[in-house]
């Protein structure tokens, strides 16, 4: 137990030191191959050096170490999660997962496994930069649409100008591909949720994860002057923009298990005393079942391009994402749990399977390799914000279930 409070103590240490790595100056925020992520990534590679891992960065700038097994043609387990982050992010979500696959590592005091271990800190899982989420894990997934590095951030740098900003060569992508002794994938992530603190668990085992679309919105009206402009005349997008706001909130109100979300709004020409001309807003829609999620998905379009017919302007709209819901590999999930229950203290309840709202690059990931997740308490439920922590108990629970998981892993 002793070791595992020390390693857990490490793991939180590595991702205080990891949280000062950031674009912003009082807040956490590393975008696609931005230059704190160099800092990452040295930070990362001395400590797996020092385990004897071999450590590169892969054309799509994912961090990999590989810890090998006992053999030379040994499979191996992939561990990973992401190491990019939400503008104003907390210090855990996709983090966490990475330094723990370190921490796994560490933990084997040099013990070699009858398979190898890959830990890999993913590049772009958020899609904050480009607005296309997963860049790295779909490199690793060998499911990387090239047609993305031409997708350029609000600055005009294309991804791949980005790629080759950061030292690396877009045109070797394809290399990034894991090979077919990649045999499994596990990821460790915050809940980001209220589901476990409110079950009084410290971990989850991930059953599956929600499918999500996500888009990108525009309303067309006419830009004029606030003062002369009668009301009956204007043709306002950013009103428009809010009636629809609003009828996608009533939309997934009013759908068991539907969450959907208008989390940015840029109006345009942007000045207090001109109507707004055009809105560009995002839409992210959630939901377990793809049918479900596919019709609401449909229905509020349709409002979209009804409330423009009605108020004379057009509605546009760009699907950047549509990721359907994925299941985890049965057979791991039991794993997961069972890894769950030897890390729980004596009378426990049955480990908690359940489904992620969030998606992680484990449902990329998923469609290369089976995978698992497992889920540790969000205390407040909280993330994507910098109130978001984890607990040193939960993190000692999660690093000896891990180390169960892997002793009970046959590959
Ligand atoms: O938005 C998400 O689901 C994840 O945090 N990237
Ligand atoms: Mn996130
Ligand atoms: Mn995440």
Redesign the pocket.
């Known amino acids: 137990m002793e070791s595992f409070d020390h390693s857990a103590r490490a793991v939180l240490a590595c991702c205080d030191e990891l949280s000062h790595y950031s674009e912003a100056p009082a807040s956490i925020e590393r975008t696609f191959l931005s230059a704190p992520i160099h800092d990452v990534h040295r930070h990362l590679r001395a400590w797996m050096e020092r385990l004897g891992m071999r450590v590169w960065v892969d054309a799509a700038g994912n961090l990999r170490g590989v810890y090998a097994g006992e053999r030379a043609d040994e499979k191996r387990l992939v561990i990973g999660s992401h190491l990019d982050t939400v503008p104003n992010a907390g210090a855990y ?1 996709g983090v966490l997962g990475v330094v723990m696959g370190v921490a796994l590592v560490e933990l084997l005091r040099d013990e070699r496994l009858a398979y190898g271990i890959e830990v890999i800190g993913f590049s772009e ?2 899609g904050v930069r480009f607005g296309v ?1 997963f860049l790295g894990s779909h490199a690793v997934a060998g499911s990387f649409d090239r047609t993305v590095l031409d997708r350029r951030d609000q600055a005009g740098v294309s991804v791949a100008d980005a790629i080759r900003a950061f030292g690396l060569n877009p045109d070797e992508i394809g290399s990034a591909a894991l090979d077919s002794n990649a045999a499994a994938y596990l990821e460790i992530h915050i809940e ?1 949720g209220p589901v476990l603190e409110k079950a009084g668990q410290a971990l989850g085992a991930v059953s599956s994860i929600a499918g ?1 679309t996500r888009a990108a919105v525009t309303f067309r009206g006419k830009a004029n002057h606030a003062g002369t402009t009668p009301m009956a005349l204007r043709r306002d997008a950013l009103c428009a923009a809010a009636e629809w706001i609003l009828a996608v909130e009533r939309e997934a109100r009013a759908t068991h298990g539907l969450v959907a979300t208008v989390g940015k709004i840029d109006a345009a020409p942007g000045a207090g005393n001109v109507i707004a001309g055009e809105v560009q807003a995002t839409l992210d829609v959630r939901h377990g079942v793809d049918q479900v999620r596919e019709r609401a998905f449909r229905t509020i379009v349709r409002a979209g391009e009804e409330i423009a017919r009605r108020r004379g302007l057009l509605f546009s709209h760009d699907v950047r994402l549509n990721q359907a819901a994925v299941p985890m590999n049965p057979d791991l999930l039991a794993l997961a749990a069972e890894s769950i229950a030897a890390a729980s203290p004596p009378g426990a309840p049955a480990p908690m399977r359940m489904v992620s709202g ?3 690059d484990a449902m990329v990931l998923a469609a290369r390799v089976p995978s698992a997740m497992i889920f540790v308490r969000s205390p407040g439920g909280v993330s ?1 914000h910098p109130d978001e922590t984890v607990l040193l108990q939960d993190v000692q629970a999660a690093l000896m279930a891990g180390s169960y998981f892997l002793r009970k892993l046959s590959l």
């Open positions: 979500d899982e958020e989420p980001q999500q969030a998606g992680h994507h």
